[in-house]
């Protein structure tokens, strides 16, 4: 798994609202939500490599 990094961000403050939200109804933290928002982007326009079922499971 790879390591993270901090990034600061600045964001409208109508769209952190409507990600805190988000993120709440999924249970997960702001950070986590964007993350996952940004990982689906990456995915689907293919600039991003979807982990294998077998990558997921297993940790380091």
Known sequence: MSKKKSFPLRINEDVLKA???W???DLRSVN???EYI???ALWKSGRLK???PKQI???P
């Open 19 to 21: 990600v805190q939200h």
């Open 23 to 25: 993120a709440a109804d």
């Open 32 to 34: 986590a939500q964007l």
């Open 38 to 40: 940004l990982r689906e």
């Open 50 to 52: 979807k982990p294998s």
């Open 57 to 59: 499971i297993e940790k």
